[in-house]
C-alpha cells in the first residue's frame, strides 16, 4: 500500500490574522505615529491656501494670495522678525558659552565640577512656568523694564543647558589622544585644538546651535512672561488664536517647517556619503 502524501494545514483565518499583525505590528505603530505628528503640519499646510476673510477657522476656498503676499496680516512679518533676531542673537551667546562650559566640564577637573553639572541640568528639568514667573519676578525686583533685552537673557539662559549637553556628548565621544599625538609631532595647544578637535566637535556645536535657534524662537510661556509689549511670532499667533489665526501665520509656519526639513535632509545626505568615504 502506498502512503498518501501528508497535506500542509492551512491555520485557521484568525491565526493569520493574528499571526500577520505581529509581524507588521511595528510598521503599523510607525505608520499611526507619523500620522498623528504630521496631521497638524498638513492642516497648517492646508489652510495657508485658505481664501479666509475675518477668520480663518473655516474652510472658504482656495487662494494663492496668501502666499504672494505673507505679510498681508497686521504685524505677522514684524513678530517673524522678532522671533529670528531673538533667535539669532540667542543662538550666537548660548552656543558660545555653552561650548565652553561644555570643555571645561569634559577636558578638565576643578572643584564644584559636580555642582555645576547639577546646575546646567536645572534649566532643563524646571517647569517653564516655573521658570518664566521666577525670571518675571527676578527682572521686577531689580526694575529692568520688560522687552527685547528681558527676552534675549531669559533665553540664553535655558538654551544653554541644551547647547551643553549636545556638546558635551559629542566631546566625551572624542579620544583625548589624537591632541597628544598632535603634540608629539610638534604642534601648539591652538594648533592642536584648531586643525584637530574643532573639525571633530563642528557636528555637535552646529547640532547645538540649530537646536538652540529651534529653541529660542518657538518659545511661547517663557517669552510671554517676560516680554511685556514686544511680540514674538508664537505670541503673535497666541493672541491671535481667538479670532482665528490669520493665512499668512500658516504660510510662515509651512514656510518654516519646509526649511527645517530641507536642512535636515541636507544633514543626513551629508553624513551620510561621508560616512561611505
Known sequence: ???????????????????????????????????????????????????????????????????????????????????????????AVATLLGTLIAFALVRHRFRGRSTTNLLIFLPMATPEVVLGSSLLALFLNILIPLGFWTVVIAHIMFCISFVVVTVKARLASLDPRLEQAAMDLYATEWSAFRRITLPLVAPGIAAAALLAFSLSFDDFIITNFNSGQFTTFPKFVYVSATRGIPPQANVIATAMFLIALVIVIIGQTAGSRRNKA
Open 1 to 91: 500500500m502506498t502512503s498518501s502524501p501528508t497535506v500542509a494545514q492551512t491555520p485557521p483565518l484568525g491565526r493569520r490574522i493574528s499571526a500577520w499583525f505581529g509581524r507588521n505590528a511595528l510598521r503599523i505603530y510607525a505608520v499611526f505615529a507619523f500620522i498623528y505628528l504630521l496631521l497638524p503640519v498638513a492642516y497648517t499646510f492646508a489652510f495657508s491656501f485658505n481664501n479666509a476673510g475675518r477668520t480663518n477657522l473655516v474652510w472658504q476656498g482656495f487662494t494663492l494670495d496668501n502666499w504672494l503676499n505673507p505679510c498681508g496680516a497686521p504685524e505677522v512679518c514684524g513678530s517673524l522678525v522678532n522671533s529670528i533676531v531673538v533667535a539669532a542673537v540667542v543662538t
